[in-house]
């Protein structure tokens, strides 16, 4: 029997909910039996072998209610198999380039390190202009940011898929 596993995962506009529901959908197709709810929603991680948790990122930062989850849930999470995955860079190239080089935010590098994750995956993420506060626009046209969605939905899958082979 597969184990059992938790994904967590906060969203500001939608987007990496719509990653984290992919995520366990191609669990629950490798038969891997997986419940996917807000961060916010989730206080209990008992009855799970392995913890999915992903953030949207903002300005090189995982959302407060994430980072908060990790800082809560973090003895708790050394003892089972956890994986971590970021999404937000817009536009084209590597994911992990667009962000210098990270694949968890800098800011709680030290706790990833005690919790030793089997896994970090950066995605890209989706900017539209309707999502943004007015100074958000006005920085991002500034800088010239890509708008668009520009998610790689075979990356996810086939992320998705080396955890459920991982849990197999």
Known sequence: MAERALLVYTSRSGSTAEIAEKIAEVLRGMNIPTDCVPVDQKKELDGYSAVILGSAVYYGRWRKDAVKFLKVQEDVLK?????????????????????????????????????????TAV?????????????????????????????????ITSWAESIAADLE
Not at 81 to 93: D, H, I, L, R, T
Not at 102 to 113: C, G, K, S, V, Y
Not at 132 to 151: Q, S, V
């Open 79 to 119: 003892d089972k198999k956890v994986w971590f995955f970021s999404s937000g860079p817009a536009g084209e190239g590597d994911p992990v380039e667009l962000l210098d080089g990270w694949t968890f935010p800098p800011l709680q590098q030290e706790i990833a390190d005690r919790i030793q994750p089997k896994g």
């Open 123 to 155: 995605f890209h993420g989706v900017m539209q202009e309707d999502n943004l506060n007015f100074l958000e626009r006005w920085l991002l046209n500034k800088m010239k940011a890509p708008m668009g969605d520009f998610r790689d939905w075979e990356m």
